[in-house]
């Protein structure tokens, strides 16, 4: 059975950079849409990012946008989240997760988080001012 680990959270100043991993194991990333989630201090979790199966990515928020990246790492079987010019509201606890919906994820993803059915447990991402 698939399950997601995610790993690279950190603490880092305002207008870092970060990279966030989310590695697989017990089947392949590659079949699945993956998507990137996180959840502010008491806030409701929300979709960052996702890649469909064949490569789409999905990346509408206006707070991400041309920020925020998303790549996969067949041979490593790991999907990354490429973090730039952070800010202090992207601060949150940041999880990965896979559709493994078959029927879904292949051309497009999107960041409906009740399709996302294996979940990571989560990193820690803090941006200080």
């Known amino acids: 059975q698939l399950q997601l680990a995610e790993s690279g959270g950190d603490l880092v100043q305002a207008g870092g950079s970060l990279r966030l991993s989310c590695a697989g194991s017990?089947?392949?990333?590659?079949?699945?849409?993956i998507g990137w989630f996180r959840q502010a201090p008491g806030k409701d979790r929300e979709g960052v990012i996702c890649?469909?199966?064949?490569?789409?990515?999905?990346n509408d928020a206006d707070s991400v946008k041309g920020r925020f990246g998303i790549s996969r790492d067949k041979a490593k079987n790991m999907v990354y989240l490429q973090m730039n010019s952070l800010k202090p509201e992207d601060t949150g606890v940041y999880y990965c997760?896979?559709?493994?919906?078959?029927?879904?994820?292949?051309?497009?993803?999107?960041?409906?988080?009740?399709?996302?059915?294996?979940w990571g447990q989560g990193t820690q991402v803090t941006v200080s001012s």
């Open positions: 017990g089947f392949s990333l590659d079949f699945f849409a």
């Open positions: 997760a896979a559709d493994t919906n078959l029927d879904d994820g292949l051309r497009t993803c999107a960041l409906k988080e009740r399709s996302y059915d294996v």
């Open positions: 890649i469909s199966s064949s490569g789409g990515i999905t």
